[in-house]
């Protein structure tokens, strides 16, 4: 039978229910990770095995073990300017868009560029460029393959990729007009246009959809989908210290959530609800929203010192973790709302992930410390991008 729900699923091979005391089994976790890393020299991949204090396996995305006992890293892409935003797509979905090959996540890679990087992660190879990503602080991608990108300008737009329309990036192809809805085209390696096909050998050009949904008066520094296959829902926010919640399917705006009293630095979506959430801001203040009562935060997290860039959902939810510039990460009980951890890092928190039994932590060096579950014990952490200062984001997803 299921547990009970209000269980704390630390994710070990016994488990003991809050409500119950019941003792529940559960097979160790065996599965492996690719992690994914963006910073101010460019971007790198790397890989290792959950629940494994393994030093790497050296498998598909990652370069092996450094004379350190470490998991290094090989490069995605060398940049001479800063790397801010990273998102992946799961293989099949990149499969489905036309811009993978079935094998292999696809990662889009943003910065103080004026273009989006996208790379096949298992081949390291770049798959193209797509025009329009200029001071791109904020990108995610939802399970459908939908990409989400906040900039500078307070814009927040939606890619879909494989969409058909207009190659013209100017062209307008959705009733809502042209100043919210264009098409640009993403160009494989090989393809010179030069027939017009949209075919040549070694390359094609894939159409890809971009829609303007949101509006932010400031610049936009972290954008969220909720967990599921057909969300309908995005969350995006910024140095307008507002969060905003639109639907993508009517293209309104569900909810405007206001509390922050400063630049909201990052939104992580619950699992288990889509319409549950938390975040964080430049001033200490860590919120978890549920957008049935959005007045205010329906549970707050207090002991952390300011200057926070980070905030992440466990994957069961039963935990959120927040970190920024005092190196520092405050992991907290989202049942009780009580602080339960905190983890000295070596250097300012950039960015957070959770693998089921491992929190990711990116730093302002070319480093991403690796804690394990239940008691956040150090593991050998993974090279970060080579000869980095800043590591801003890191993703992972299922090897």
């Not at 470490?70 to 036309?98: C, F, H, K, Q, Y």
């Not at 992991?331 to 491992?358: N, Q």
């Not at 929190?359 to 970060?384: D, K, M, W």
Request: proline residues 5%.
């Amino acid at each position: 039978p299921p547990p009970c729900p209000a269980a704390r699923l630390c994710l070990v091979t016994l488990c003991v229910c809050r409500c119950c005391g019941t003792t529940m089994s559960k097979p160790p976790p065996t599965d492996g990770w690719l992690v994914c890393a963006a910073g101010s020299r460019g971007a790198c991949v790397a890989s290792f095995v959950d629940g494994e204090d393994d030093r790497g396996d050296g498998g598909h995305g990652g370069g092996g073990v450094d004379g350190e006992g470490n998991i290094s890293s090989e490069s995605l892409m060398t940049a001479e300017t800063t790397m801010r935003s990273l998102a992946l797509m799961p293989a099949a979905v990149a499969d489905a868009a036309g811009i993978g090959d079935g094998d292999s996540p696809v990662a889009v890679i943003g910065g103080y560029s004026d273009s989006l990087f996208v790379f096949d992660v298992r081949q390291r190879r770049e798959l193209g460029q797509l025009v329009g990503g200029e001071n791109t602080l904020a990108l995610a991608c939802s399970e459908s393959g939908l990409i989400a990108q906040g900039a500078s300008s307070g814009e927040v737009t939606v890619r879909r990729f494989g969409e058909g329309g207009s190659d013209d990036a100017g062209g307008s192809g959705d009733e809502r007009g042209a100043t919210d809805t264009a098409y640009s085209t993403l160009r494989r390696p090989g393809f010179d246009g030069g027939d017009g096909s949209g075919e040549q050998e070694g390359g094609s050009l894939t159409s890809v959809r971009a829609h303007r949904v949101a509006l932010h008066t400031r610049t936009v520094r972290t954008v969220a989908f909720p967990c599921g296959p057909d969300p309908r829902l995005l969350y995006s926010a910024g140095a307008d210290n507002v969060i905003l919640v639109n639907d993508l399917e009517t293209n309104e705006l569900v909810s405007n959530l206001r509390w922050h009293t400063s630049i909201v630095t990052s939104v992580d979506a619950f699992p288990q609800d889509p319409r549950v959430l938390a975040s964080c801001s430049w001033m200490a203040q860590v919120g978890m929203w549920s957008l049935d009562m959005p007045g205010s935060p329906v549970r707050t997290f207090e002991g952390c010192t300011r200057d926070l860039l980070a905030v992440a959902v466990s994957t069961d939810g039963s935990l959120v973790a927040s970190g920024g510039d005092h190196s520092m990460v405050y992991v907290f009980d989202v049942a009780t709302a009580r602080r339960v951890h905190t983890i000295a890092t070596a250097a300012k928190v950039r960015s957070l992930a959770w693998t089921p039994s491992v929190l990711l932590v990116a730093t302002c060096s070319n480093v991403i410390q690796r804690y394990s579950l239940p008691l956040f014990e150090p593991l050998p952490h993974v090279r970060g991008v080579s000869g980095a200062s800043d590591t801003w984001a890191v993703r992972v997803t299922q090897d």
